[in-house]
């Protein structure tokens, strides 16, 4: 049953991945990224990880595409590429590098994991508590920093529209 | 740019293509209050153009009138404007009466002062009703039309007609008032008089609406004049001007009343609140003149003798009148035949319509229908 | 959920010898169709009905009264009618998104009800991330309806769309942070954790808690009101500037879909507010029969939930709509900080205010409330008495 619905998630997940890089047209692009990021959140769910699966939907789905389709709705782009002053071809063989080292390091991982001895998860696990306690107390200095960098990228572009305005 | 459409300008910034939008607002749009169409250029949701393109319902009612007689003229006044056609009616039986040189009994002078103010009351309470609505806020609407049927019912038993009505004639009015007609007016005024605290404490005075309505679409008195705004929509701006006080005409000159005029009690002179307002305190007005006329109306005759082929001489006449959207210009050219050679319409909503482009500017899409609201355009008196 | 599986399985009958594991979705799903069918889709109709018929009212109008009793079964043929209406895909809009746009709609409101508790066993999940889960699901509907906007491709729907997703994604925010100041007292994000930590009396409600949670009711009410696209927050389908925004160029059953979206909302932000300020299904424990408490749980609950339906509507019937400018500012500078506040101020008390003055301070605001329900409806009774009305003037109730 497990099993089952995960690789006929996994499937979903993987072709509208794709869709996202190979479609010509930013919205639908944007609108299959949203499929993405929910389909991820419904694997978080059958991992067990409720917290992490709904944070996922409320940030990625609900905020963040949001925001990326409203963005590409207001600039009204057609399918037309983004104009760039750097060649394709150089563009690509970059792309290409970043998701070979990419694939690699996921290789590496897959392979380093200890396949065939499943753990159960401990009481709790994925709940708010655990992905609370986790997160204050391990990965503290971490999480400190990615919100100061968050801060960041809010202030940022505030002065850049202002400066704009003027 | 044309009423077609703008040549869409593609401004490239930063490498990424944006583009200004072209919105075509009506002629079939839910606010445009008849078939008024308005091409608006956008950047988001601030406008940075809109221009009304007018003329969808245009029906040659002027030319009409040389074909079908002075008399037989009368019922297609009420199509000039029919939110408000008494006035229409008295425009065009004025003219003519002017034309011809008629005296029009003094009992007939009361019943069209006491017609045409029973209609600038309803015609009012379609103005502030539709800014309720086209605010969002549909229970005032069904309000005041609650009211203006009550209006409509006795001008029903006055005439037999509920919106256009064809009541005057040259040289007077079709029909005596019923015999109970005074007291039931005078029973609806003392009903309705409260009413108005009551409309106002609803909408008029509602935060998010008068946030709405304040320092919109800002006219001075000067830009009111040179685009020739009239009635309400200019006293809104602080000039007091009102063609029954200034110009007198018919019985005007014997009744008590006040003409209100906008002092930017909330925002600006001159916003879109100063205009409703003074529509909300020109109803009150209409009911002091209605009390006053129901009490001193004389006895007499309501119809002057007038021949079936009604000849005035060669010559032409203007007269103004204060229609409830303001100074209504009636000029009729006679040659000394059965038909007028011609006659001209000057109507407040045309006028209204031409500074809509000026104002509009900068404002918000939202506003543009507060805007076109606040000047109370009828479409069907743009194009006549 | 488990032990009713367990039990059905045990006793025999339809269950008998099926494992667990099969039995389990079974019994969630058959139950979860129970549930939209015969209870959400229902709601939604019936709301619809109850809305028109309130708003007529309040606008001195009779309203639907036509079909059954009252015009009670308007729903159903309105429902009938827009089925069988030909549905209408324009030629130039995105056939893919624009067919697909309503059911995003309508999933993304239904799924909520996953979480929304009934009574105190009667809830499809009791996830331990109950209130979290509903924000998230709910955050679909704004894809749905930017997908409708975009697709449609009309300027009207794009720029509804959009106004939409800047509303919604903006209102989330306050409406979040007023959910924390419950969840600090709690300790728990599951709805009915939430409720047990309530009593049934007014005093024990979260409400009445300390004034930090009794402002963060109104941000949360008012956040959930613009996050429904209801007036005075309706920008997005604002018919006199937009036509019908988003949903312009829907037709038939696809455009019902936007608006049993709405109804139906309206039933799931009387339930929350109801579960994390009102007590939730809390009674009294009068009796020992689990039935009978269990319907005056049910019943204590949609009533509380309902009540907040019908403000809606009253709301709806009395508020002009404000711009999209006043709409932003709204939110970022009075709702937002205030949200914050009531956060902080929160913890605050949790820290510092002994028990037993916690404890005064809930029986004074339980009795500054009921002061101002009573001036309340002194208020309504001067009115009434100022009209004058006459029983002529009740011919035209909805009710009576």
Same mark, same amino acid.
């Given at each position: 049953?497990?099993?089952? %619905? ?106 380093? %994991? ?53 | ?27 079939? @749009? ?11 250029? #956008? ?14 319902? @245009? ?9 079908? !007689? ?8 009420? +199509? ?10 008295? !425009? ?69 007609? +509920? ?8 040289? !007077? ?8 007609? #005074? ?28 946030? +709405? ?21 200019? +006293? !809104? ?17 014997e009744l008590q009343f006040d003409v209100p005029v906008g002092h930017g009690e909330e925002g600006t002179l001159g916003d879109c609140f100063d205009r409703y307002m003074v529509r909300i305190r020109e109803i009150q007005e209409s009911c002091k003149i209605i009390r006053q006329c129901l009490q001193q109306i004389p006895e007499g005759s309501v119809l002057a003798k007038i021949p079936r082929k009604f000849k005035p001489p060669v010559g032409d006449a203007y007269v103004r009148i204060e229609s409830a959207r303001g100074d209504m210009g009636w000029y009729c050219v006679s040659d000394g035949s059965e038909y007028p050679y011609r006659v001209k319409v000057r109507t407040g909503s045309f006028t209204a319509t031409s500074i809509i482009e000026q104002v509009s500017r900068g404002l918000m899409i939202a506003d543009l229908i507060t805007v076109v609201a606040s000047f109370d355009l009828v479409a069907p008196e743009i194009d006549r | 959920m488990k032990d009713l599986v367990l039990s059905l399985i045990a006793e025999g009958g339809a269950l008998a010898g099926v494992?667990?594991?099969?039995? &389990? ?245 009387? &339930? ?44 709806? &019937? ?83």
């Open positions: 049953m497990g099993t089952f %619905a995960f690789l006929v998630l996994a499937a979903l997940l993987i072709g509208s991945a794709l869709a996202v890089v190979l479609h010509p047209n930013p919205v639908k692009s944007a609108m299959a990224l949203v499929a993405t990021l929910f389909l991820l959140a419904i694997v978080f769910v059958l991992l067990g990880a409720h917290m992490i699966a709904v944070l996922q939907i409320i940030v990625y789905t609900g905020a963040i595409m949001v925001l990326f389709l409203f963005v590409i709705m207001l600039l009204n782009l057609g399918d037309e590429e983004v104009p760039t002053e750097w060649p394709r071809v150089v563009l690509r063989g970059l792309a290409g590098m970043a998701g070979a080292l990419m694939a690699l390091q996921l290789v590496r991982l897959v392979a380093g %994991a200890p396949l065939g001895r499943m753990v159960d998860a401990p009481e709790g696990y994925g709940g708010a508590l655990m992905v609370a306690r986790s997160l204050f107390t391990d990965y503290v200095l971490p999480f400190e920093l990615t919100g100061l960098l968050l801060l960041v990228a809010v202030i940022g572009p505030v002065v850049l529209a202002q400066r704009r305005g003027r | 740019m044309s009423l077609g459409g703008f040549d869409v300008q593609v401004l490239r910034e930063n490498g990424f293509a944006t583009e200004e939008m072209t919105l075509n607002m009506g002629p079939q @749009h839910p606010s445009t209050h008849g078939v008024l169409r308005f091409v608006v250029r #956008a950047d988001g949701e601030v406008m940075t153009e809109a221009v009304p393109d007018v003329g969808y319902l @245009h029906r040659s009612i002027e030319k009409i009138a040389e074909k079908v !007689g002075y008399h037989g003229f009368m019922p297609y006044t009420d +199509r000039v404007d029919y939110v408000a056609a008494m006035p229409c009616n008295q !425009g065009w039986a004025m003219v003519c009466e002017k034309l011809a040189g008629i005296e029009v009994p003094r009992r007939a002078e009361y019943c069209r002062v006491i017609a045409c103010e029973f209609n600038r009351i309803s015609s009012h309470l379609i103005a502030v009703g539709t800014m309720g609505m086209d605010i969002g806020a549909f229970t005032p609407f069904t309000h005041a039309l609650r009211e203006r049927e009550h209006i409509n019912d006795l001008l029903e038993e006055l005439c037999g007609a +509920r919106l256009t009505f064809n009541y005057m004639r040259i040289g !007077g009015v079709a029909w005596d008032l019923p015999p109970d007609f #005074a007291e039931k007016g005078l029973a609806y005024i003392d009903r309705f008089e409260p009413l108005i605290d009551e409309y106002n404490a609803l909408i008029s005075f509602n935060k998010i609406y008068k946030e +709405r309505l304040i320092n919109v679409a800002v006219i001075t008195g000067e830009e009111a004049i040179n685009y020739n705004l009239v009635g309400p929509n200019l +006293r !809104g701006s602080g000039v007091d001007f009102d063609v029954r006080r200034d110009i007198p005409y018919s019985i005007y000159p | 494992p667990f594991s099969l039995a &389990a979705p079974l019994v969630m799903v058959a139950f979860g169709a129970l549930v939209v069918f015969g209870f959400v889709l229902p709601i939604a109709g019936i709301t619809s009905w109850l809305e028109r018929r309130v708003w007529a009212r309040i606008q001195s109008r009779i309203g639907p009264n036509r079909v059954g009793p009252q015009g009670f079964l308007q729903w159903l043929a309105d429902g009938l009618k827009n089925l069988l209406k030909e549905d209408i895909i324009p030629s130039a809009a995105d056939k893919w998104l624009f067919s697909l746009a309503p059911y995003l709609v309508v999933v993304g409101f239904i799924a909520t009800f996953a979480a929304v508790p009934f009574t105190s066993s009667l809830i499809i999940a009791d996830l331990n991330i109950g209130i979290l889960y509903i924000t998230a699901v709910t955050g679909i509907v704004v894809v749905g309806v930017l997908m409708a906007g975009w697709s449609s491709n009309n300027k009207w729907s794009l720029l509804g769309g959009i106004r939409s997703a800047a509303q919604i994604v903006s209102y989330e925010i306050p409406a979040g942070l007023s959910v924390f100041p419950i969840v600090l007292l709690t300790g728990t994000l599951s709805m009915q954790g939430i409720i047990r930590a309530q009593g049934w009396a007014p005093w024990d409600w979260f409400f009445f808690y300390n004034p930090f949670t009794f402002a963060a009711f109104f941000v949360f009410f008012v956040a959930a009101l613009a996050e429904g696209n209801r007036t005075p927050f309706d920008i997005p389908e604002a018919e006199s500037e937009l036509v019908a925004g988003f949903c312009t160029e829907y037709s038939g059953m696809r455009y019902l879909l936007f608006f049993l979206e709405e109804w139906g909302n309206l039933y799931v932000i009387g &339930a929350i507010v109801t579960t994390l300020f009102l007590g939730g299904w809390q009674v009294p424990a009068f009796t020992d029969n689990p039935m009978l408490l269990a319907v005056a749980q049910f019943g204590t609950f949609f009533l509380k939930a309902y009540f907040f339906v019908f403000v809606a509507m009253w709301v709806r &019937a009395t508020l002009p709509r404000v711009r999209v400018d006043q709409l932003m500012t709204v939110c970022w500078k009075y709702m937002v900080p205030i949200a914050i506040v009531n956060m902080l101020g929160t913890a605050a008390w949790m820290l510092f205010v002994p028990e037993t003055l916690g404890r005064l301070v809930q029986f004074g605001m339980t009795g500054l409330g009921a002061v101002v329900v009573v001036v309340f409806f002194r208020r309504v009774r001067f009115h009434l008495r100022r009209a004058n009305l006459k029983p002529s003037d009740y011919y035209y109730s909805p009710i009576i």
